[in-house]
């Protein structure tokens, strides 16, 4: 039996007025994802545990099986697996993004432009973290350039008591000011970010980028504190040889601590140009090869739902219609029997661009055992179904057919 999941990141949602009233799933044109809703089971899963704030590091480790309350230490110390950062006992890991801010005076009165910095390319990203780990850079902070905006802060000997660390994709168009901490503890950090700007704004890559009509990296934002985490491998878990496909260093450090298998795939962007068919041939390859279970993320209806771009996220589900599921499921029926797994991790509402706690549709199809299902899958039908999974960690039980 073979086993693949595909992870929709944020694709749940609420009705858009800009798409008729409509959600982005309910928008969507997706025939093959339709057509297995049509002979599978079809329902709701609630990813995140009551109490806990909603995010894809909490809710892919339920989706994947691992009860976050147990194995949750903070989102940060996943991305740092897999940069290969090696974090101490009393290290403390914080992501560090790349941000675009507006240009007031005073670092405080500051909008938070884009948390993304106009999608800055890992090279010229990879600069500007050099640059600021030679300016802030000690024998207790050190600095690690991951993809895109997204990076990495180990502090050592360090704290996770440092008040309210805002993540900058949930403030938006918003005075920043409010949302800095301000914690004893987090002191340092602060000053760290507002000192930022006022060499980042001059700093060559930017000043090519503004001459080129590009956002400007012109800040650091830290957030996302957590502790050194591990994870029992997938295989002692479930019994399968499993990879991991996907363009971000959270998913990617989750495999890594998990004993699965993280190839990397040229173009992977983790947004909407990403290459989608290389990430389907890439799981494709990955069970040529011997895996009998893979987990293929897509992070793009997360991103646009954090954009406020409904047509794009609308787009981002079609094109993994398009361009992954009948390369999978080619594959797959050539090779006999199999399970498809296919859902979001969390709801990335365009109305508040930022990560809800709604349960979220799941659609499991067995070749062996096809069913009735949904005409359509959307968040409406899958409630009106009936199925609810309550605890998120046990959906995978249930998709591999341990309980």
């Known amino acids: ?14 009705p858009v007025p800009a798409l008729g009233g409509k959600t982005p799933m309910e928008a969507a044109k997706k025939p093959v994802f339709d057509s297995l809703a049509q002979k599978g089971e079809v329902g709701l899963v609630k990813t995140i545990p009551d109490g806990v704030k909603p995010g894809s590091d909490v809710a892919n480790l339920s989706v994947l099986g691992y009860d976050p309350r147990k194995y949750h230490k903070g989102r940060s110390p996943l991305e740092a697996a897999n940069l290969g950062i090696k974090m101490a006992a009393d290290d403390v890991a914080l992501r560090c993004n790349l941000v675009t801010l ?13 948390y993304s910095a106009g999608d800055i390319s890992s090279g010229e990203a990879a600069e500007i973290i050099r640059s600021v780990d030679e300016r802030f850079g000690s024998d207790k902070y050190s600095f690690y350039s991951g993809v895109s905006y997204r990076h990495c802060l180990i502090v050592h000997g360090g704290t996770t ?9 949930d403030i938006s168009k918003r005075v920043i000011g409010p949302y800095i901490s301000a914690h004893k503890n987090a002191v ?55 990879s991991m496909i996907s363009a971000v260093d959270l998913l990617n ?24 068919k290389g990430k389907a041939e890439a799981a494709v ?23 406020n771009e409904p047509e794009n996220k ?39 661009l930022t990560h809800a706690s709604d349960p979220v549709p799941y659609m499991i199809y067995d070749s062996t055992n096809e069913r009735g299902g949904v005409d359509t899958i959307n968040e409406n039908t899958a409630a009106k179904t009936g199925n609810f999974v309550d605890v998120g960690h046990e959906l995978m039980k249930i998709f591999i057919g341990t309980e």
Not at 1 to 14: E, I, N, Q, R, T
């Open 314 to 352: 609308v787009r981002s589900i079609e094109l993994i219609d398009e361009l992954v599921l009948p390369v999978l499921l080619d594959y797959l029926r050539s090779q006999g029997d199999f399970r498809i797994m296919i859902l979001p991790d969390h709801p990335t509402p365009i109305a508040t």
């Open 285 to 307: 390859n990955e069970l040529k090869s011997g895996q009998n279970f893979v987990y293929l993320h897509f992070e793009a209806p997360d991103e646009c739902g954090h954009r």
């Open 161 to 169: 008591q440092l008040g309210k660390m805002t993540p900058p994709h």
């Open 1 to 14: 039996m073979k086993y693949v999941v595909v992870l929709y990141d944020g694709m749940a949602d609420y």
């Open 188 to 242: 340092d950090l602060t000053r760290m970010m507002r000192e930022s700007y006022a060499f980042l704004k001059d700093h060559p890559v930017n000043k090519k980028r503004v001459s080129q009509g590009k956002l400007p990296a012109n800040s650091v934002w830290f957030w996302g504190e957590g502790t050194c985490t591990e994870l029992p491998s997938y295989k002692s878990l479930f019994g399968v040889d499993a």
């Open 102 to 114: 507006s240009d007031e005076d005073n670092y405080d009165d500051k909008t938070m432009i884009d």
């Open 253 to 276: 450090g989750i495999g890594f601590l998990a004993g699965m298998r993280t190839p990397r795939i040229p173009g992977a962007t983790g947004y909407i140009d990403t290459n989608f």
